[in-house]
């Protein structure tokens, strides 16, 4: 699977948008761009995942660059609620593993 | 519909005791996943399994068993615990990756080894 990076940490106003940024530029064609998030300290959640098209779920938007090398998750009006650890993964169709990197640490303030 | 169930919540062993981290999942998921989170750390596989009777390890399998008798449960033994494995544990599930769900995640399992 190919290798994500994420900057460490990230700030966002309540109620404004929240844009997390991935980079997977040696992502190849049957590879899915997978977003998660971790609250505190408690299992982590699916929020949305995309292969080409941009994606928008109750949780998310997913936009993903025409070249698929990177991809934003957008937040729409952010909440204290959404402060956590997010995780961009890259993962083939069919695979079992989720390689879990650093994440984005994304703090909401009031 | 509780979906995945991780039991104990908390523990706390002596070296070289054993015990069994147990997961049960109710959504009738053929993938289940065994992770371990160390501070500040993002989550490393331990080991997996796509369906009963099928299990394969991840990147830190040294140390820990699993088997996978039902679709269910999905246990994780520990055989001589060690304080290296120290750390909150956590199971997953999901649909079988063709229909590309993502993973329900439990709560976890916070280990200490003393």
């Known amino acids: 699977d190919a290798k994500t990076t994420q900057p460490t940490s990230m700030d966002c106003a309540e109620g404004r948008a929240a844009n997390l940024p991935c980079n997977h530029s040696?992502?190849?064609?049957?590879?899915?761009v997978y977003w998660y998030r971790q609250i505190h300290s408690q299992g982590p959640q699916y929020i949305i995942h995309?292969?080409?098209n941009n994606e928008t779920n109750e949780m998310a938007s997913l936009i993903i660059t025409e070249d698929r090398k990177s991809s934003t998750l957008i937040l729409p009006h952010a909440t204290l609620r959404d402060t956590a650890v997010y995780y961009c993964i890259v993962r083939t169709q069919g695979a079992q593993k989720l390689v879990f990197g650093q994440g984005t640490r994304l703090t909401i303030n009031p | 519909n509780a979906g995945v169930t991780q039991t104990p919540k908390f523990q706390v062993l002596k070296t070289g005791q054993s015990m069994t981290l147990q997961c049960a999942q109710d959504?009738?998921?053929?993938?289940m996943s065994w992770y371990r989170q160390d501070p500040g750390m993002g989550l490393r596989l331990i080991h997996y399994s796509v369906g009963a009777g099928i299990t394969d390890q991840g990147e830190v399998p040294n140390g820990y068993n699993v088997s996978r008798s039902t679709t269910e449960d999905f246990p994780l033994r520990l055989l001589s615990a060690a304080p290296s494995q120290t750390s909150v544990y956590f199971c997953a599930s999901s649909r079988p990756a063709a229909a590309n769900y993502g993973y329900t995640f439990g709560s976890g399992t916070r280990l200490t080894v003393v």
């Open positions: 959504m009738n998921h053929e993938y």
């Open positions: 995309g292969l080409k």
């Open positions: 040696t992502i190849s064609g049957n590879e899915y």
